[in-house]
């Protein structure tokens, strides 16, 4: 099955800037859809962000105009570039991509999650 690594998480003082990286690897013919999510404790894991296979975009409303997610095929890597951050977006965030594997079908795959902490 592929694998996602997700790195870039730290801690940061409110108003810094992250930048997450989710890389893929496995016998990977095409990334489709690839979103990030985040969960804080005792809360529900939430879209914070997703790209498709054109590049088009999406984002929760707390983070628009902060963060941006890209894509870079040629390295089957995602990233979050997350600017002017906030305690409230203190999580574990997670890349969630779905995958059509070399001759074989499509699923869904999440990375490990990388620990981001906004405070001062």
């Known amino acids: 099955q592929v694998q996602l690594v997700e790195s870039g998480g730290g801690l940061v003082q409110p108003g810094g800037s992250l930048k997450l990286s989710c890389a893929a690897s496995g016998a990977i013919f095409r990334l489709n859809t690839v979103g990030w999510y985040r969960q804080a404790p005792g809360k529900q894991r939430e879209l914070v962000a997703d790209?498709?296979?054109?590049?088009?975009?999406n984002y929760v409303d707390s983070v628009k105009g902060r963060f941006t997610i890209s894509r870079d095929n040629a390295a089957n890597t995602v990233y979050l570039q997350m600017n002017s951050l906030k305690p409230e977006d203190t999580a574990v965030y997670y890349c969630?991509?779905?995958?059509?594997?070399?001759?074989?079908?499509?699923?869904?795959?999440w990375g490990q999650g990388t620990q981001v902490t906004v405070s001062s």
């Open positions: 969630n991509a779905n995958i059509h594997i070399w001759n074989r079908g499509t699923s869904d795959y």
């Open positions: 790209i498709t296979n054109g590049g088009s975009t």
